[in-house]
């Protein structure tokens, strides 16, 4: 009954409409009894037991688990613990030196530095912070016309130039695509489930673009926490606002999947531990899951709040997989057991590597898709009297061919036109309070669990109302100034991202074990300030960095590094080295081939749905299947050379109906957030400079200093093109090398070269050697690879 055969369990417990035997007795997609339907009153008694989490009384009994977190003790962890308070406004202390302070941020940090009887670094060079407010700002470095103005602005008035320059690149698109990654991270983005069987999520891209727009456009934070929760119940006046809400709930829909696994209850459960887990972590700082067997063992947050948040997670369906036509449930196959269809959007947006057909074109793949099942029940029949290898895998073979066509047949409407789908979450009917599972175990249900929310973050018992899930009133609640932590855990990677850690260091964990903030004053008062600028992301940003802290210099004074070796007063600035999208980025803009215009969808868009193997798409696509013309058809529908994102040829020049690569992306040369972002095969110019893991929430990327890293650098051939492709650049607009070294400089480092380097560069131009390519590649290229390209100073 719970472990099932081929066709999956026959109950899901608490899930009726999931359950393959109530839809058998109620004759939606199994006639059972056969010839007659059972009476309603019958049925209704099968639904309320499902309901019920389908107990068996012989071998059941409700466990009761007595919980080791009182009602007590959540109330003196709301009174003790400073994260589960709400932020509250202290002002800072006074301090001695009056003339350095430019805003209320730099006299926070001034009077704990007095205070310890330290003193702040100067200012940094004018170069070093343009090149600091680029990166962080853009993700790009700044250009020589750039570097001059703002070198010109800075002798007249120090803050005005700041002023100027941060609010020109908050207005510039490419902010959202620096900011949207930053978001990307801990939303663990990516295009693929991952685990053992990684099937591709083709419109993952729309979240990706949903997100970057958010950012550009400066959307209420607030808001933007709402509709990733619960966009498709949010109000919506256009049909184009609709769209947007429910793109944000993709949200929900992109983490990793083990879409392999047989059992259809531990598959539900498992989705709903990782969107407990993603929700809690990313807005509110805090690891609920770990309430998912027991009561959490540090803070306090008993299992019955889990089941409580489980019990509004349970209450919707995520939508991730394929579109799914009629046939669709009958093709499952044996690698992708639990399918998942698509959400169709409001409005007509199809993905561009999508066919329409024509009435006979159509035809034909209807005739295709009947005569493949033919085929498969033909198998299946043989299957059952010989169970030889070889014809399991021949079965697998029809399996993945009906799933192609199935997947092309749903992917266009009655009259061949293509339909425009999203991943996301919509609600279900009929909302039922989830059990608490003995250890966390399916096949140990408990008492049934009230939802609610976190009691530790609350002052009174939250109300839902029995007929909804309660998800639009969570969305509500964490995307609110009454909740302690949503505000202090956007401001605090906001810091992280600019003056190089947080406040608080464990930006995923605010709770007991996590680190203590360090001011926690300014902690405070940022977070009442985010919320009084209307939740504002551009407005936190443009109050940090035009802060005299922003623009300290890194240098090293032994006696504070004796008293703070960690600098977590912000005596001085944190060197950085640049993120790995940065490090590709830059090299595209100074090498002059960066393109800033947006790709249209993905790669994974124009594979389609089909699995990642070894590093490879795999079509899944049956031989005899042709278009009109008679040729055979590359992935998802494109026809002859590859076309599309990557122009004449598709990728590196292979060509269209083969296996490709989805980190093969050396003739790309649109910026880095665009790269497709398939769990277990990501670029190599990602994955070398520490690329997190897109199956885990990341808020802190490792930051290391490896050999493969140089290795890349000098051997990579998309660092070889772009040291040639920046030697040219030179060599267009000078002819004379000590010019050309100087402007090489102010590109790379944002810097005129000293005399001993512009020395010892010119004499390397004039004197080296081509070895099959020349003086001036191989000096663009060393710049490429020198430690000053790599860091923010």
């Known amino acids: 009954m719970h472990l099932g055969g ?95 302070p430019r805003t209320t941020i730099d006299r926070y940090i001034l009077a704990k530095l007095e205070q310890a009887e330290l003193t702040p670094s100067d200012d940094a060079e004018p170069y070093k912070i343009l090149r600091r407010l680029t990166f962080d700002l853009i993700g790009l470095p700044p250009t020589p016309e750039q570097l001059a103005y703002f070198e010109s602005a800075w002798k007249k008035d120090p803050d005005k130039a700041v002023e100027y320059v941060v609010d020109r690149l908050l207005s510039m698109d490419q902010f959202g695509e620096r900011w949207g990654r930053h978001w990307l991270d801990v939303a663990r983005y990516a295009e693929s489930t991952g685990r053992e069987v990684n099937m591709t999520y083709p419109q993952a ?36 606002e609709w769209t947007e809400n429910l793109v944000a709930t ?33 807005f509110l700082g805090m690891s609920v899951s770990c309430a998912r067997c027991h009561d959490h063992k540090f803070d306090a947050i008993p299992q019955t709040d889990y089941y409580a948040l489980a019990g509004i997670f349970k209450n919707m369906k995520t939508y991730f997989g394929r579109p799914q036509s009629e046939y669709g449930e009958f093709i499952s196959t044996v690698q992708e057991r639990q399918l998942s269809t698509l959400l169709v959007m409001p409005v007509e947006d199809p993905n561009p ?48 061919q ?20 999203c991943m996301g979450v919509q609600e279900t009917e009929n909302p039922a309070n989830a059990r608490l599972l003995v250890r966390g175990e399916i096949d140990q249900p408990g008492e049934l669990v009230k939802r609610g929310f976190p009691q530790v973050l609350t002052d009174n018992p939250v109300h839902i109302n029995s007929e909804k899930s309660g998800r639009l009133e969570l969305a509500r609640w964490i995307g609110s100034d009454e909740n302690p932590l949503t505000a202090r855990v956007m401001v605090n990677r906001i810091w992280q991202h600019l003056i190089g850690h947080g406040i608080v260091r464990s930006t995923e964990n605010f709770g007991v074990t996590g680190e203590m903030p360090t001011h926690p004053e300014l902690l405070d008062y940022l977070a009442i300030q985010f919320v009084e600028s209307g939740w504002s992301v551009k407005s936190l940003i443009r109050e940090i960095t035009t802060s005299r802290v922003y623009r300290m210099q890194s240098t090293y004074n032994e006696k504070n590094h004796e008293y703070d070796p960690d600098n977590t007063l912000v005596w001085r600035a944190n060197p950085r080295r640049l993120d790995a999208e ?51 058809r590359g992935m998802n529908g494109m026809r002859g050379p590859g076309r599309g994102m990557f122009g004449r040829g598709g990728m590196s020049g292979q060509s269209n109906g083969t296996d490709r690569s989805p980190f093969d992306m050396e003739s790309a040369q649109f ?42 650098m000098m051997n990579n051939p998309f660092v070889v093109q772009q040291g040639e ?19 090489a400089f102010l590109l790379a480092f944002g810097r005129t070269p000293t005399s001993s380097e512009r020395s010892a560069m010119t004499k390397f131009l004039q004197n080296q050697p081509s070895r099959g390519s020349s003086s001036l590649d191989a000096m663009c290229q060393t710049l490429f690879g020198a430690a000053e390209f790599r860091l923010i100073d």
Do not use: C
């Open 671 to 712: 910026r880095s957030v665009y790269l497709p972002v398939v769990r277990d095969a990501l670029p190599r110019s990602m994955t070398v400079f520490d690329f997190p893991d897109a199956s885990t929430i990341t808020g802190t990327r490792d930051d290391s200093n490896t050999p493969n890293q140089a290795l890349y």
């Open 6 to 100: 081929e066709s999956g369990p026959a109950i899901v417990p608490g899930e009726p409409e999931e359950s393959l035997l109530y839809s058998a007795i109620t004759h939606e997609d199994f006639v059972m009894p056969p010839k007659r339907k059972l009476s309603q009153k019958i049925i209704n008694d099968f639904k309320t037991w499902i309901e019920m989490g389908a107990p068996d009384p012989r071998v059941n009994e409700v466990a009761k688990v007595n919980s080791t977190i009182t009602a007590k003790d959540i109330q003196q962890a709301k009174e003790s613990f400073w994260a589960y308070q709400k932020p509250q406004y202290t002002p800072p202390h006074k301090v001695e030196r009056t003339d350095w």
């Open 725 to 743: 492709s920046f030697a040219r650049r030179l060599a267009e607009s000078n002819s004379q090398p000590v010019k050309q070294v100087e402007q």
């Open 402 to 421: 009906a799933s192609a066509l199935s997947s092309q047949l749903a992917t266009v409407d009655e009259k061949g036109q293509p339909v425009s789908f």
């Open 205 to 240: 891209w729309r979240y990706r673009d949903y997100v970057i727009d958010s950012f550009n456009a400066d959307k209420p934070y607030n808001r933007f926490v709402q509709e990733q929760l619960a966009g498709d119940l949010l109000p919506a006046k256009s049909d184009e």
């Open 582 to 632: 940065a490090i590709r980025d830059a090299m595209l803009s100074i090498s002059g081939k960066l393109d800033l215009e947006r790709p249209r969808a993905s790669i994974v868009a124009e594979a389609g749905h089909t699995r990642v193997q070894d590093g490879q798409f795999d079509s899944g696509r049956p031989p005899e299947q042709q278009d009109s013309a008679g040729e055979k």
């Open 250 to 282: 993709a949200f929900l829909a992109i983490g990793s999947k083990n879409v392999n696994e047989e059992n259809g209850s531990q598959f539900a459960a498992d989705v709903v531990d990782e969107q407990i887990d993603v929700t809690s972590q990313v």
């Open 353 to 400: 590597f999508d066919t329409s057909y024509s009435p006979a074109q159509l035809q034909r793949l209807k005739e295709a898709m009947d005569a493949k099942l033919e085929q498969l029940n033909a198998q299946r029949r043989r299957a059952a009297g010989e169970r030889s290898i070889a014809t399991q895998r021949q079965t697998i073979v029809l399996l993945r």
